[in-house]
């Protein structure tokens, strides 16, 4: 009996770790998903985001406008395990913005060890 009453203790503790973590991303850089999730949606972006002379696809430029219009988002995104393990290069990932041409950049926004031109 003793034995089942520790395993429901650990389950809870995990289950509350758990929520923890989740409450931690909703307060994050990106409130409604985690800046991993968040990579994934700019698929579109992989080439332009790993050779600077590669064209930026209108379908990039879309969904990296959604993220823009939260910088610390954009800039988890660009930093993130996801986008490392694509083989984005972030020096490169942070110049899409300026390649798509949008006026209302976070210009100067310093994202880790980069600048966002």
Known sequence: MEYYSVVKCFCILGLVAIYGMGCAYAAGE??????????MKLYPCMSA???ADAA???SCCAAVKKLGQNPKCLCAVMLSDMAKSS???PEIA?????????????????C???TLP
């Open 56 to 58: 930026v696809p209108s």
């Open 49 to 51: 985001a790993q050779n």
């Open 112 to 114: 880790g060890a980069y």
């Open 30 to 39: 990106c409130p409604k998903s985690t800046p991993d999730a968040e990579a």
């Open 87 to 89: 083989g984005v290069k």
């Open 94 to 110: 942070l110049t899409i913005p300026k390649r798509c041409n949008f006026a209302d950049r976070p210009v100067g926004y310093k």
